[in-house]
């Protein structure tokens, strides 16, 4: 079983959508969550960062963790063709040791 | 502020050449340093990590290797290059003991193309 499962889409909604993106995981020692997004042949760029669990709100972004599921969720409002990109959540336990979903492919169509 | 530089952005080898790619951290000190590889389609591999100058762990065996030459440089190489050692190569950073960065930030990349 790999340590992070998530859906690699492709995923494809309407300019205005509201996308749900979500990661599981089976390591219950994780306790910091991330998402990622990268734009074709870019390196990954840190959107959200949660310790532990709760949600966290940034902009058009929200992040939620359940850790009592092992379930990750990233939201994003109002969404816009420059969200298009791919969506990468990781996670550690310590720190020094960060554990990647495979990420999924959103695209927004105007 | 912290950044961090990786080149070159594209690569095209020859089977069987060597490779050196950098990345350099400023802003910081004494960071967590990682090389991953990204396949098309697939997730990332992480190939190396280190915690200090000459102290280079590796995840995957391979005919590549890493060196910390200095706190905030690391390189990889490769003496003779593989078909299968294509891909997307991302150098990144974390900072290490400081409660509430436990987080990752990730170099441009470098495309390497062996042919």
């Known amino acids: 079983q790999k340590e992070v499962e998530q859906d690699p889409g492709p995923l494809s909604v309407p300019e205005g959508a509201i996308v749900s993106l979500n990661c599981t995981y089976s390591?219950?020692?994780?306790?910091?969550f991330m998402w990622y997004r990268q734009y074709s042949r870019k390196g990954p760029e840190l959107l959200m960062y949660t310790y532990s669990s709760g949600n966290k709100e940034d902009g058009r972004f929200t992040a939620q963790v359940d850790k009592s599921s092992k379930y990750i969720s990233l939201f994003i409002r109002d969404s816009q063709p420059s969200d298009s990109a791919t969506y990468l959540c990781a996670m550690s336990a310590n720190g020094n040791q960060f554990y990647f979903g495979t990420g999924t492919s959103l695209t927004v169509i105007p | 502020s912290q950044t961090i530089h990786q080149w070159p952005a594209t690569l095209v080898q020859p089977v069987g050449s060597p490779l050196s790619l950098e990345c350099t951290v400023e802003?910081?000190?004494?960071?967590?340093l990682y090389w991953y590889r990204q396949a098309a389609g697939r997730g990332l591999q992480l190939l190396f990590y280190?915690?200090?100058?000459?102290?280079i762990s590796s995840e995957v065996p391979q005919n590549l290797s890493a060196s910390r030459p200095q706190d905030r440089q690391f390189i990889l190489s490769s003496k003779k290059l593989l078909l299968s050692d294509s891909g997307f190569y991302l150098c990144a950073w974390s900072p290490r003991g400081l409660q509430g960065y436990e987080k990752l930030f990730f170099g441009s990349g470098t495309q390497l193309s062996v042919l």
């Open positions: 802003g910081t000190s004494n960071p967590n």
């Open positions: 390591n219950s020692a994780f306790q910091y």
């Open positions: 280190s915690v200090g100058i000459g102290q």
